[in-house]
């Protein structure tokens, strides 16, 4: 089954560590996004990815960094810098930038 | 710049009813639309989409018709379900700003038997 996956579902850390978001992709596309929901607010573009070894920062980029090594991987890690990191984060991708995007079942970030 | 508005929620409907949720938008060039559904604990679903004005997406029993002149793309169905409880985004992608992908801030929709 091609999809996305996102894992850990649930994740729970002390404030001042930095933390690691998986996000794998078997579709085959070239872009990858990272969001962050919080409630009663959409969706905010962390970072996008159109090709392998590049990517670009979106609205709310401080406090996070990614990579993109492997087309099929793009994890994000939530750095103590991130003043406000308990939210809900979904990973995307699409065939190329500008195309729609399908999304993984999302992380929920607990930071106490 | 591009955007989306949706309207505020929450929206409580019973079972049967008619939906609507309104949609409009801001953007230069032509956009492509669509609409995205969220399952409580779940990521976004793809629920349908239109790429030119006058073009309607349909999925499982909801449409939504691209309306240029009126910079709209409102989600109806004609008889919802309690599955239907979900959380409804609005989006576009811009022609103009690199296709970025834009969101409104999303409707909630709870439907009771």
């Known amino acids: 089954d091609g999809g996305i ?8 850390r002390k404030e001042g560590q930095n933390v690691t978001l998986s996000c ?14 919080d409630p ?16 670009q920062k979106g609205d709310i980029a401080e406090g996070y960094s990614v990579s993109r ?8 890690t939530v750095t103590s810098a991130q003043k406000n990191p308990t939210a809900f984060y979904l990973c995307a991708s699409s065939q190329r930038r500008g195309g729609e995007q399908y999304f993984g079942p999302g992380t929920r970030l607990t930071v106490t | 710049g591009d955007s989306v508005t949706q309207m505020e929620g929450p929206v ?7 939906l609507t949720i309104n949609c409009t938008y801001t953007a ?24 030119k004005a006058d ?23 004609g008889s919802v379900q309690v599955s239907d409880s979900a959380v409804y985004f609005c989006a576009l992608i811009g022609t103009n700003t690199g296709n970025q992908f834009y969101f409104g801030t999303g409707t909630s929709l709870t439907v009771i038997p």
Not at chain 1, 5 to 12: I, N
Not at chain 2, 12 to 18: G, K, Q, R, V
Not at chain 2, 31 to 50: I, R
């Open chain 1, 40 to 55: 009663g607010q959409g969706l905010r573009l962390i970072y996008y990815s159109q090709i392998v070894n590049d990517f």
């Open chain 1, 69 to 76: 090594e492997k087309k099929e991987s793009f994890p994000l």
């Open chain 1, 24 to 37: 794998e992709q078997n579709l085959n596309h070239d872009a990858m996004y990272w969001y962050r929901q």
């Open chain 2, 55 to 77: 073009d309607k997406g349909s999925n499982k029993g909801f449409e939504a018709t691209y309306r240029k002149e009126t910079t709209s793309f409102h989600l109806e169905k």
């Open chain 2, 12 to 18: 409580t409907l019973s079972e049967e009813a008619f």
């Open chain 1, 5 to 12: 996956t996102q894992s850990p579902k649930y994740l729970f």
């Open chain 2, 28 to 51: 230069t060039g032509y956009p492509s639309l669509f609409w995205y559904v969220q399952y409580p604990g779940e990521g976004l679903q793809l629920l349908l989409k239109a790429t």
